[in-house]
């Protein structure tokens, strides 16, 4: 019983119904049964009065209510049973069932793709500059394959090894306890059982992003000076140094891994860190005038339209844009920001 | 407001404010407002609307609404310390839309019933009976406990909780078609660039 009523208000959950609603139907239904008392209606009063929000809410429900009365000329006048199709329509959770058939259906077929992709042990995934891919893996694990990126896939009776050569990947990992799944890419190691995370090369090192599980990490050379990284926390691995300190990032690695959707998303980023973002995707370039330095930027944009992020850069904060085949170029703009 | 007029209100914003609901979610959609945030800028303009006095001399309800809405996101927008470009990138042109909605109104009555049976027949069984009982066939709550034998308690607390569903369908619904809508888009969009 109690399982029940969890599975329902989960599901209403997921309606986005929120307290303020629930408690303004209830209302509605109350005035529906008879008409307030005095009492009641000055508990109604104080409801509303009570948060700007209620009022709004009441109205809604009211409004939708009150629309319902509409469907009364469904009923066939004189009939005084209920049309039989009322009755009839299919059940939800049998709606629920079908649609979970369908989805299976579709997860198999991927999986089908997925073996036929990676055969052979070893293997190379390159992506030119705006592809974002994602690849299933041999042994059930998934990559998502950032823009302008190159990595070895490798995988023996004993060890699953992934050489990345340049950019960034994310690996949602298959648990296997035998055979343990190690990155490589310069000298930083990640290597994790089951887990998800992501590593970008940098010129000196790697960033590592963790999402689920715990990786470990180190430089070759450093065995001795291995790190754990948990759940929602990132850190930078130097080529020479080996593991820098471990920073919670839980709130920032949904954003920083907003490429996996073919999305930019920023956050307080300066104007220049926000074009150096969309050039790792596209090949026409965004340049920024070097008197811009100081604005920071908000919002979620698609990696391969740099145009519509000049042009809302633009308008915000008074820009000029000089677009020609091979770049976008932001500068002030003396005229208008006069 | 007294009662009448408050029922008249109340028939009135069913009618001609609530049909829009889906528009203006679409319009805060394509200023890339976020879903939390759409539920409560949406939630604000209800509770402006249901401060109106009188709402005899709104003859544009569909723009109206919007004009309401679209205030309540500026505001939000002038509290905000960073300045979110990509919402400011969709405002950019002209907002207010088309004035004929004459036309437009004939369509959503035709849709409307469609729609709303559409709602009720999304709700779980137990609810759907009662829900009929007192919308189609206008039993009022005390008739439909005597008929199934359940108590006055429990039909009132179906009706709250199938009212809920309904409004809670009724933004998921919105929101999807949208979804779908601007993927739509996205890929002509693409496609042109190609």
Redesign the interface.
């Known amino acids: 019983m109690k399982d029940m009523r969890e599975k329902i208000t989960s599901n209403e959950a997921l309606l986005g119904v929120n307290a303020i609603e629930v408690l303004a139907t209830e209302w509605v239904a109350r005035l529906d049964r008879c008409e307030p008392d005095s009492r009641e209606s000055a508990e109604l009063e104080q409801w509303l009065a009570q948060d700007a929000r209620h009022a709004g809410a009441f109205l809604r429900a009211q409004a939708m209510w009150k629309s319902l009365d509409r469907v009364q000329i469904l009923h066939r006048p004189g009939g005084d049973s209920v049309p039989l199709a009322w009755y009839q329509t299919v059940s939800r959770r049998a709606m629920l069932r079908n649609a979970a058939i369908a989805g299976g259906a579709g997860l198999a077929a991927a999986a089908a793709a997925g073996i036929a992709f990676l055969r052979t042990g070893q293997n190379q995934i390159a992506t030119p500059v705006g592809e974002i891919r994602r690849v299933p893996l041999l042994d059930g694990s998934l990559a998502a394959v950032n823009t302008d990126s190159e990595l070895i896939i490798d995988f023996k009776s004993d060890l699953r090894e992934v050489t990345l050569q340049k950019g960034e990947v994310w690996f949602d990992v298959a648990k296997d306890r035998k055979r343990p799944f190690v990155v490589t890419t310069g000298d930083v190691r990640v290597r994790a059982v089951g887990t998800a995370f992501s590593v970008r090369k940098r010129e000196d090192g790697a960033d590592v992003l963790v999402t689920e599980g715990v990786v470990e990490t180190w430089s070759a050379g450093g065995e001795s000076e291995k790190r754990l990284v948990m759940a929602g926390s990132r850190v930078f691995v130097s080529d020479i140094a080996g593991p820098s300190g471990v920073v919670p990032a839980s709130a920032q690695i949904d954003r920083t891994l907003a490429w996996r959707e073919g999305e930019i998303a920023l956050d307080g980023e300066t104007l220049t860190d926000a074009a150096a973002e969309f050039n790792r995707y596209n090949e026409r370039k965004l340049t920024v005038d070097p008197s811009l330095t100081n604005e920071r930027l908000v919002g979620w944009f698609h990696t391969n339209e740099p145009d519509t992020f000049a042009r809302a850069a633009a308008t915000v904060l008074k820009l000029k844009v000089t677009e020609t085949a091979e770049e976008i170029h932001l500068a002030p703009d003396f005229v208008q920001g006069q | 407001m007294a009662p009448r007029d408050r029922d008249a209100f109340?028939?009135w914003?069913?009618?001609c404010?609530?049909p829009w609901e889906n528009y203006v979610r679409g319009w805060l959609r394509r200023a890339?407002v976020r879903?939390a945030e759409i539920?409560d800028i949406v939630?604000?303009?209800?509770?402006?609307?249901?401060?109106l006095d009188d709402f005899h001399h709104i003859s544009n309800p569909k723009a109206y609404f919007l004009e309401v809405t679209r205030n309540v996101l500026f505001e939000q927008l002038r509290r905000s310390q960073?300045?979110?470009?990509?919402?400011?990138?969709e405002m950019?042109g002209p907002i207010i839309p088309d004035e004929s909605p004459d036309q437009e109104r004939v369509l959503i009555g035709k849709d409307?019933?469609a729609r709303?049976?559409r709602?009720?027949?999304?709700l779980?069984?137990r609810c759907?009976?009662m829900?009929?009982?007192?919308?189609?066939?206008?039993l009022s709550?005390?008739q439909i406990a005597e008929r199934l034998g359940v108590s006055?308690n429990t039909?009132?607390?179906q009706?709250?909780?199938g009212?809920?569903?309904?409004?809670?369908?009724?933004?998921?619904e919105t929101n999807e078609r949208h979804a779908r809508k601007d993927n739509q888009q996205?890929s002509i969009a693409?496609r042109k660039?190609d």
Request: hydrophobic share 40%; aromatic share 4%; net charge positive.
């Open positions: 109340v028939e914003v069913g009618r404010v609530l890339s879903a539920d939630q604000e303009a209800y509770s402006r609307i249901a401060r960073i300045i979110r470009i990509d919402t400011i990138a950019d409307e019933i709303l049976k709602l009720i027949d999304g779980p069984d759907r009976t829900f009929v009982m007192r919308k189609v066939e206008g709550q005390r006055e039909v009132e607390t009706v709250g909780r009212l809920r569903l309904i409004l809670g369908a009724w933004t998921n996205r693409r660039r």
